[in-house]
Each structure stands twice: as C-alpha cells, then as structure tokens.
C-alpha cells in the first residue's frame, strides 16, 4: 500500500510544483507528468511519495513530492532527462518550482496528521477508492479518428455524499474535428449550453446532502437535501437502490438499469439500504424563466 503522510517535523523535503496550462491540454499535462513519475521520478534515489492534484478551474495543476534529502532531489532535476522533460511542459505551460519544509497539520484526529492511501483500511475492512476507466476518441491531423487517452479516473471524496469522479466537463459546444482534450469547466455544474459527465458514489445512511455549492439552490426550511439546479440531469442507476424524493412528498425507488431524467426540479436523493449507490449522470445546463 502506497502511502504519503504529512505530519510536521518529518525529516523530508516538500517539493510543490504549480503549473498554469490552458483548459484544453490540461489532460495532456497531467498524462506526462503520470509518466514521468512512473518512469524517472519513483526510481530516484531518495524519492519518498507523489501526487498530482488537477484544479477543478481546468487551467491548473499541482504536484506535490517528498524527498529525504535535499540532494536527493537536486540530483534528479540536474539529470540530463528532467531538464528535457522540463523543456517539453515548458513548451505549453508555466509553472512554479518551490522547496518547502511541513510546517504544521491539522486533522480530524488528535494526532494531527493524516495519511492519503490509494486503499483505505478502517475496522478490518478493505474499501477501494472508486476508479472510473475512460476512453476517449478525438482526431489526428489528417482528420482520421485515434483513441485519443485510455486512463483511470480516481474519485475524489466528497463528505457527506460518498465520492465523485468528473469524466468531462465543457462550458460551451464543441466544434469537430478536434483531438479529444476534454475543454475542462468552471465549476460542477454547466453554464446554458455546457455539459458534465459524472460518476457518483452515494454512502448509505440519512438523505444525500445537497453541498455548499453556488449552483445548488436551497430554500429557507427545505428539508435536509432537499436542492435544484438549472440543468437537465440525465442519470443512470449502475449499482445498489436510491430514492428519489421530490418537494410534494412523492418518492420514487430507482434499481440498477433505471433511469431518471431531472428537468430543473427540487428534489433529494436517499440511498435504499445498506449498499454504496454508482450513479452516472450526463448534466446539460438550461435556463430557467424569473
């Protein structure tokens, strides 16, 4: 089990690299920073962890390494292989390169550390983060179709909701032929004519809650969950029960294969037993009249 833990005092080195990079090859960037990790920066001596963090803006990326020594890192950036990497992001990206020592951490726990596994073991069980595999097409430069990626989308934990993975995101329509980067978008939900993809892990428990989020409009006294959006949800039950209940008191129970169609309404979502629900949504964002 791979692990990073931040805790102040450590005796490593925080390297935080920051990179500015237009939205649509902000994929492209976090593909060959994947690959150099994998293939020269873990087999350095001295290497300790890594993470990649994509901004959910779509023009940022941050990666985020430690080290035991100093010259452990510097013997990797002076390499003849690095600077030629660094050459190639430098071609279609800005980016930051700042040394730092962990200063201190505030967690849940007393402790006041925390670990970020690629497999979380909590009370002897074993619970796999959710990992979306996406293909994508796109074009080449003669205009014939290619496979433009094949990767592995992680979830991101979402507190009180379970996890959420974003497979596409564009805020206007696309124009073909293009190579397949996906555009990125400005926040969860689109603007009118944008589009996102996602793939939801409801937990089970109360009613799924509704998020702090500008685009989520809540009421004064709406019952726990209880939001609407101005967009054209399009959803498909993949695993486990869910309801759906809406602001008339109606109740709907949805299993795998369903499908529901959400046109601008207030509703809420409840998962129905004590198994995880896998949602897949296509979000087309809409107006909505005064």
Do not use: C
């Amino acid at each position: 089990m791979q692990t990073m833990t931040i805790q102040a005092g450590a005796p490593v080195l925080t390297v935080i690299n920051v990179f500015t990079v237009e939205k649509e090859r902000q994929a492209d960037l976090v593909r060959i920073l994947e690959e150099a990790t994998e293939r020269m920066v873990a087999r350095q001596p001295g290497f300790i962890s890594a993470s990649l963090h994509r901004g959910v803006d779509g023009t940022h990326v941050a990666g985020y390494s430690q080290w035991r020594r100093l010259e452990d890192f510097n013997a990797l950036r002076g390499s003849p292989e690095m600077q030629e990497h660094m050459r190639r992001i430098a071609a279609f990206a800005k980016f930051e390169m700042v040394l730092y020592e962990v200063a201190s951490v505030r967690a849940v726990n007393e402790a006041a550390r925390f670990e970020i596994n690629d497999a979380h073991v909590h009370e002897g069980q074993r619970r796999q983060g959710m990992k979306v595999r996406k293909v994508v097409t796109g074009h080449d430069d003669k205009g014939r179709a290619v496979i433009a990626r094949d990767e592995k989308v992680d979830g991101m934990p979402i507190p009180g909701i379970g996890e959420l993975a974003v497979l596409w995101s564009a805020d206007e329509p696309a124009t073909y032929p293009n190579a397949g980067n996906n555009p990125g978008g400005s926040a969860l939900f689109p603007p009118v004519g944008g589009v996102r993809f996602i793939m939801a892990t409801y937990s089970p428990g109360d009613f799924v809650a509704s998020g702090d989020l500008p685009e989520m409009h809540i009421e004064h006294g709406d019952k726990p969950g209880m939001h609407r959006t101005d967009s054209t949800d399009f959803g498909v039950v993949i695993s486990g029960n869910l309801a759906l209940d809406l602001d008339n008191g109606a109740e709907v129970s949805l299993s795998p294969g369903d499908v529901v169609v959400q046109n601008g309404t207030r509703h809420r979502w409840r998962v129905v037993g004590d198994v995880p629900v896998v949602l897949a949504a296509f979000i087309i964002g809409a107006r909505r009249r005064a």
